[in-house]
C-alpha cells in the first residue's frame, strides 16, 4: 500500500524505507489479526462463487500474514491464489495469466481505486448483509 499511495502522491520510496514500512506494518497486523472478524455468511458465499468461479484472495496484508489467516480459518482451500501485498500488482498477475477478473470485493477507498485503476467491477462490502448480496449480484 505504501507503494501505491506514494505513487499516487508521486513521491518515490526507496527500498530501505518500503522495508521498514513493511515491518512495522507487518507487526501493526499480527497485533490486529485477533481482531479480524470473519463476516458469519463468508463460508457460504465463498463456497457459492467457488463452485462457478476460480476466487482469488488479494489484501494489502503482507503474504505471510494472509495466507497464515487464510489457512488458520480453513478458508486457503477456497482459493486459487492468496496474494498478499500490493493489490495491483496481483490484478495485474491474473490478467497476464490470461484470467477474467469479475469482480474486485473490498472494503476500502483503497480497494475501489486499484479495481478502478485496472478497470475491474467494484463492489464495496461494508457489512455481512453486503457480503450475503454478492452471489445474487452474480448470478450464483
Same mark, same amino acid.
Not at 506494518?25 to 458469519?40: G, H, I, L, Q, T
Not at 495485474?92 to 470485493?105: A, K
Not at 463492489?123 to 445474487?136: E, M, N, Q, W, Y
Given at each position: #500500500?505504501? !507503494? @501505491? ?11 530501505? $524505507? #518500503?522495508? !521498514? &514500512?513493511? =515491518? ?5 497486523? @499480527? ?6 472478524? *470473519?463476516?458469519?455468511?463468508? =463460508? ?7 463452485? $462457478? ?9 503482507? #503474504? *505471510?500474514?494472509? !495466507?497464515?489467516?487464510?489457512? *488458520? =480459518?480453513?478458508?486457503?482451500?477456497? &482459493? ?8 495491483? $500488482?496481483a490484478l495485474?498477475?491474473?490478467? +497476464? +495469466? ?8 473490498g472494503d476500502?477507498?483503497?480497494? +475501489?481505486?486499484?479495481?478502478? *485503476?485496472?478497470?475491474?467491477? &467494484? &463492489? ?17
Open positions: #500500500q505504501l !507503494a @501505491d499511495t506514494a505513487r499516487a502522491l508521486g513521491v518515490p520510496v526507496d527500498a530501505p $524505507r #518500503q522495508d !521498514a &514500512f513493511s =515491518r512495522r506494518y507487518s507487526a501493526y497486523n @499480527d497485533a490486529a489479526k485477533d481482531r479480524m472478524v *470473519e463476516f458469519p455468511s463468508v =463460508r457460504a458465499v465463498i463456497d457459492a462463487l467457488a463452485r $462457478r468461479f476460480d476466487l482469488a484472495l488479494i489484501s494489502g496484508l503482507p #503474504q *505471510e500474514l494472509l !495466507a497464515a489467516d487464510a489457512a *488458520e =480459518r480453513g478458508l486457503a482451500r477456497y &482459493f486459487m491464489r492468496i496474494d498478499g501485498g500490493d493489490k495491483g $500488482r495485474r498477475r491474473l490478467r +497476464e +495469466e490470461g484470467r477474467t477478473v469479475v469482480l474486485f470485493v476500502t477507498p483503497h480497494d +475501489e481505486a486499484a479495481a478502478r *485503476e485496472h478497470g475491474v467491477r &467494484f &463492489f464495496r462490502v461494508g457489512g455481512d448483509a453486503d457480503l450475503a448480496r454478492i452471489p445474487k449480484l452474480l448470478d450464483v
